[in-house]
């Protein structure tokens, strides 16, 4: 029988935050492991109506849901890689003075302080999803996006820097749902800027390179 690759959920060493409590990131780890089992269950699943190398008119729309639900789940998954592993317990803030990333922000907004303005302004957008920095890989200029759910919005091909999670959940045992600025405000003092910048260079999302095959 033919085994398929498969994805394991990544172990993010993440206790001590600033303003982000643990037991916050124990629920919220739990969440992107269902994202990762779904995305696993799903793409069996369609691999079962595959198998016989037609999708049958009966099949049609359990097939289309199917593979519309794996959007959602697997950018799910992939997100909160990037965005667990953009933080660390020793986080600096904002990045240093001259640093490549402040100097892609100062090349694409003018100044590092409106790119913050930006990202921050995005983050507070009413709704659940994600703020995301890219990087356009064809010129390297930044640009910050919403992302409603997991999937819309994202721009293909673009490189993911800075990714913040806003869906209530990433913040609401820590604060109210109308206290989202205190939250982003605990985001930034915990991101690993070393990290992003390694985005920048082409690194990986999360704290090790994805192996998860079975
Ligand atoms: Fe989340």
Same mark, same amino acid.
């Given at each position: 029988?033919?085994?398929?690759?498969?994805?394991?959920?990544?172990?993010?060493?993440?206790?001590?935050?600033?303003?982000?409590?643990?037991?916050?990131?124990?629920?919220?780890?739990?969440?992107?492991?269902?994202?990762?089992?779904?995305?696993?269950?799903?793409?069996?699943?369609?691999?079962?109506?595959?198998?016989?190398?037609?999708?049958?008119?009966?099949?049609?729309?359990?097939?289309?849901?199917?593979?519309?639900?794996?959007?959602? #789940?697997?950018?799910?998954?992939?997100?909160? #890689?990037?965005?667990?592993?953009?933080?660390?317990?020793?986080?600096?803030?904002?990045?240093?003075?001259?640093?490549?990333?402040?100097?892609?922000?100062?090349?694409?907004?003018?100044?590092?302080?409106?790119?913050?303005?930006?990202?921050?302004?995005?983050?507070?957008?009413?709704?659940?999803?994600?703020?995301?920095?890219?990087?356009?890989?064809?010129?390297?200029?930044?640009?910050?996006?919403?992302?409603?759910?997991? #999937?819309?919005?994202?721009?293909?091909?673009?490189?993911?820097?800075?990714?913040?999670?806003?869906?209530?959940?990433?913040?609401?045992?820590?604060?109210?749902?109308?206290?989202?600025?205190?939250?982003?405000?605990?985001?930034?003092?915990?991101?690993?800027?070393?990290?992003? #910048?390694?985005?920048?260079?082409?690194?990986?999302?999360?704290?090790?390179?994805?192996?998860?095959?079975?």
């Amino acid at each position: 029988m033919l085994t398929l690759q498969n994805y394991k959920p990544q172990q993010f060493n993440l206790g001590g935050l600033t303003g982000i409590s643990d037991q916050t990131l124990e629920m919220h780890f739990k969440l992107y492991e269902g994202y990762v089992q779904n995305t696993n269950v799903l793409t069996e699943k369609i691999a079962e109506i595959l198998k016989d190398g037609k999708i049958d008119h009966e099949e049609m729309p359990a097939y289309s849901e199917l593979t519309r639900r794996l959007g959602l #789940e697997y950018n799910g998954m992939v997100l909160h #890689e990037y965005y667990f592993g953009n933080l660390t317990r020793n986080g600096a803030g904002d990045p240093g003075q001259g640093s490549d990333f402040r100097r892609a922000a100062e090349a694409s907004f003018g100044r590092y302080g409106i790119w913050k303005a930006d990202f921050i302004g995005v983050g507070k957008m009413r709704g659940v999803g994600w703020a995301i920095c890219y990087q356009d890989p064809t010129n390297g200029r930044l640009s910050n996006h919403w992302i409603t759910l997991h #999937e819309v919005g994202n721009v293909s091909g673009f490189t993911p820097l800075l990714v913040m999670d806003v869906w209530e959940h990433a913040f609401l045992l820590d604060y109210k749902p109308a206290e989202r600025p205190r939250y982003i405000e605990a985001f930034f003092a915990n991101v690993d800027w070393q990290g992003v #910048e390694k985005r920048l260079r082409g690194g990986t999302r999360g704290p090790q390179k994805r192996v998860g095959s079975t």
